[in-house]
């Protein structure tokens, strides 16, 4: 009789766990898939970028020479046509103050051919006056209108001189001016690469001038397949290596239509404006951007 109750026993732990089993099974399972999420896919567009100043200017001198006097620094606040850099003036001076008086005496040549010409024609009245008096013969009317005609010659050339003299100041005006570096804009030095006594090259970034009033984040690596699925106002998250924990939003607000071979692909840059800004920001500093298609 206890050998028959222990096998009962037996029979009724197999049923309970084979009951529990079951109803895991239909019920535990189908819980269990409630619980987890559901998981949507990332259609998001990613792309690296810089931050750039809206606004702002690379300048380098137009001719060679040396540095004279340079008139700011780094981090200070200028406006358009305030003097940056200077080089040494004096040949470029001296160059001026020669055209000057060349175009000086070519003026003075001009007014004495003038002087010249009014005097040969008011002979050639006199002459004249003469001719009808039975005074002269007409041999001396003849002479007379081959000294206008020469001091007339003389006039044009002297007219002529002049002229190339003007252009002569205006070249070497010009010139000189090339000497002296100009902001472009109202902003802030950004960059500042150059020093007294130092040899300034044609075309090598002195100065950098910044508008530090608007920002943007440019980027130059979407791929033609990345940049079909964006367009211009699509929302995005701008994040910086420099700052950790630094998340930007902003809209994507122009697609530069040329595209370019870069890598290996043909990319295209985008620019995108930030809803608002960080002081900590830089110029040049890397961004990291997650663009969310509207469609």
């Known amino acids: 009789m206890a050998i028959v109750k222990r096998h009962w026993l037996l029979y009724l732990i197999l049923f309970a766990v084979l009951a529990a089993g079951i109803w895991w099974h239909l019920n535990g399972r189908h819980e269990a898939k409630q619980a987890v999420a559901v998981v949507k896919a990332d259609n998001r567009v990613l792309a690296e ?41 004096g040949e470029y001076q001296d160059r001026v103050g020669s055209a000057r008086s060349s175009a000086v005496g070519a003026a003075a040549a001009v ?5 010249n010409l009014i005097d040969a024609e008011r002979e050639m009245q006199r002459q004249q ?49 090339k000497t ?18 130092e040899h300034a090259t044609v075309g090598k970034i002195l100065v950098r001038i910044a508008d530090q009033s608007g920002w943007e984040v440019r ?27 630094l998340e930007i939003t902003g809209r994507l607000k122009f697609i530069r239509s040329y595209g370019e071979k870069k890598r290996g692909d043909m990319t295209y840059t985008v620019f995108f404006a930030p809803d608002q800004w960080d002081e900590r920001l830089r110029w040049n500093m890397t961004a990291q951007i997650a663009i969310t298609p509207s469609e």
């Open 49 to 89: 970028g810089i931050v750039y100043p809206i606004h702002y200017t690379e300048m380098a001198m137009p001719v060679d020479g040396m540095v004279g006097e340079v008139l700011v620094k780094e981090g200070d606040k200028v406006k358009a046509g305030q003097p940056i850099v200077r080089l040494v003036r």
């Open 180 to 197: 002296e570096l100009r902001a472009l804009i109202d902003g802030t030095v950004a960059f500042l690469d150059v020093n007294v006594g």
């Open 129 to 177: 006056r003469l001719e009808k008096a039975g005074a002269v013969t007409r041999q001396k009317i003849e002479q007379a209108e081959t000294v206008i005609a020469q001091k007339r010659a003389a006039l044009a050339q002297a007219q002529a001189e002049r002229l190339t003299g003007e252009e002569k100041v205006a070249e070497s005006q010009k010139l000189m001016d």
């Open 111 to 115: 007014e004495q051919s003038q002087v």
């Open 219 to 245: 980027s130059d690596n979407l791929t033609e397949l990345a940049v079909a699925k964006v367009k211009v106002g699509d929302a995005a998250t701008l994040m910086f290596d420099g700052i950790p924990g």
